[in-house]
């Protein structure tokens, strides 16, 4: 996959100083994932483009994988070659200083509008056209996208393209923009998602963000759809409009459908709550606890002594724990929540103490 910058802006080769990368050398980078390699095709005076180059590790990749999706996507996909969150991050770390608009030697020329062209190739296209148009002109750059390969059928478009944007802007702004973007496009990510994605996102989207058109879609699609996250995320970019529904026509996860209102979510936790009391039962099994909501609100209530969350997830299990702060200062004491890696399935002993078993939104 492959991104570029350039500029006009005379004398175009002070895009080195800007991203801090001589134009005269090869620049390579090791990444968890593979290799990038920033380096110039043109350095003039009049015209002056950096290239990131990034050479994604497919067998890497599935030796990584750890739990599986699905043993066939771990081989046939296009994660190795389609721009996507491999390229944000590989886009971060090669040029992390140019992103904060930071310049020792050309700090007044980092401040200003600069003539800047971008191309990113291949560009997922999971929205279509005018999905990568509304996220990208609303920023003041002019779209051109160049479909690749299968164009798809029907009503569907391309599914790759080359995006082109040209315009007026900081350079830092600019790399901002595609750190972000390209990975809503793709509308997926490499690496589980968490509460830290919501500083990285704030902290990226910072100026802009905010009064985006698109606000609501980017977070979500950012954030993997997580509904928590980016009910989080819209309240730190808009505490005033905070337990506003998130729109429909973002996909959600069918775990998090019914949250969407989050009051009828809420209804529905203190209902599963006052029937568990009703049973005097303190030690309790969630089964298919998925991220530990049910799991988070009884670990507040004094009357409970034991917990234990079951789910055939693992990314689920790590999501709770984290929720819960296990073995974190200010969590629970230990032994007091008990997170289990099973199923509904299979017989199991370990969560044999509990007096009250319960299953919310489960389908085994």
């Given at each position: 996959?492959?991104?570029?910058?350039?500029?006009?802006?005379?004398?175009?080769?002070?895009?080195?100083?800007?991203?801090?990368?001589?134009?005269?050398?090869?620049?390579?980078?090791?990444?968890?994932?593979?290799?990038?390699?920033?380096?110039?095709?043109?350095?003039?005076?009049?015209?002056?483009?950096?290239?990131?180059?990034?050479?994604?590790?497919?067998?890497?990749?599935?030796?990584?994988?750890?739990?599986?999706?699905?043993?066939?996507?771990?081989?046939?996909?296009?994660?190795?070659?389609?721009?996507?969150?491999?390229?944000?991050?590989?886009?971060?770390?090669?040029?992390?200083?140019?992103?904060?608009?930071?310049?020792?030697?050309?700090?007044?020329?980092?401040?200003?509008?600069?003539?800047?062209?971008?191309?990113?190739?291949?560009?997922?296209?999971?929205?279509?056209?005018?999905?990568?148009?509304?996220?990208?002109?609303?920023?003041?750059?002019?779209?051109?996208?160049t479909p690749i390969g299968d164009v798809g059928s029907g009503a569907s478009g391309p599914r790759y393209g080359q995006l082109k944007l040209t315009g007026t802007g900081r350079l830092s702004a600019l790399l901002n923009h595609l750190y972000v973007l390209i990975p809503v496009m793709d509308d997926?990510?490499?690496?589980?998602?968490?509460?830290?994605?919501?500083?990285?996102?704030?902290?990226?989207?910072?100026?802009?963000?905010?009064?985006?058109?698109?606000?609501?879609?980017?977070?979500?699609?950012?954030?993997?759809?997580?509904?928590?996250?980016?009910?989080?995320?819209?309240?730190?970019?808009?505490?005033?409009?905070?337990?506003?529904?998130?729109?429909?026509?973002?996909?959600?996860?069918?775990?998090?459908?019914?949250?969407?209102?989050?009051?009828l979510n809420d209804l529905r936790m203190d209902a599963v709550v006052q029937a568990i009391r009703a049973t005097g039962g303190t030690t309790i099994a969630d089964l298919g606890c998925g991220e530990g909501k049910l799991l988070y609100r009884l670990v507040r209530e004094r009357w409970v002594h034991?917990?234990?969350?079951?789910?055939?997830?693992?990314?689920?299990?790590?999501?709770?724990?984290?929720?819960?702060?296990?073995?974190?200062?200010?969590?629970?004491?230990?032994?007091?929540?008990?997170?289990?890696?099973?199923?509904?399935?299979?017989?199991?002993?370990?969560?044999?103490?509990?007096?009250?078993?319960?299953?919310?939104?489960?389908?085994?």
């Amino acid at each position: 996959m492959f991104l570029s910058v350039a500029t006009t802006h005379r004398p175009a080769t002070d895009l080195g100083f800007l991203l801090h990368k001589h134009p005269d050398r090869l620049h390579e980078t090791d990444l968890s994932f593979g290799k990038a390699w920033l380096f110039y095709p043109e350095a003039t005076d009049e015209r002056c483009e950096a290239a990131l180059l990034l050479d994604v590790d497919p067998i890497g990749l599935v030796r990584g994988k750890g739990q599986a999706e699905g043993l066939l996507d771990q081989y046939v996909n296009d994660r190795p070659y389609a721009a996507s969150s491999f390229l944000s991050v590989a886009l971060n770390k090669t040029l992390r200083t140019a992103m904060t608009g930071i310049s020792k030697e050309r700090q007044e020329l980092a401040n200003s509008d600069l003539p800047l062209e971008a191309v990113v190739t291949p560009l997922p296209m999971r929205g279509g056209e005018a999905l990568v148009r509304g996220l990208f002109e609303p920023l003041g750059w002019t779209v051109d996208l160049t479909p690749i390969g299968d164009v798809g059928s029907g009503a569907s478009g391309p599914r790759y393209g080359q995006l082109k944007l040209t315009g007026t802007g900081r350079l830092s702004a600019l790399l901002n923009h595609l750190y972000v973007l390209i990975p809503v496009m793709d509308d997926a990510k490499h690496y589980w998602v968490g509460e830290a994605e919501i500083d990285k996102l704030l902290s990226k989207g910072e100026g802009w963000l905010e009064n985006h058109p698109a606000k609501d879609l980017i977070v979500r699609r950012y954030l993997r759809n997580r509904g928590a996250l980016a009910r989080i995320a819209l309240e730190r970019l808009a505490p005033e409009t905070a337990g506003e529904a998130l729109p429909p026509e973002v996909r959600v996860a069918p775990e998090e459908a019914l949250e969407v209102p989050i009051r009828l979510n809420d209804l529905r936790m203190d209902a599963v709550v006052q029937a568990i009391r009703a049973t005097g039962g303190t030690t309790i099994a969630d089964l298919g606890c998925g991220e530990g909501k049910l799991l988070y609100r009884l670990v507040r209530e004094r009357w409970v002594h034991k917990l234990f969350g079951l789910d055939p997830a693992v990314r689920e299990l790590e999501w709770a724990a984290k929720r819960l702060k296990l073995n974190e200062f200010g969590g629970p004491p230990e032994g007091r929540v008990t997170l289990l890696h099973g199923s509904l399935t299979y017989r199991d002993r370990r969560w044999a103490e509990a007096d009250v078993v319960v299953l919310v939104e489960v389908i085994e």
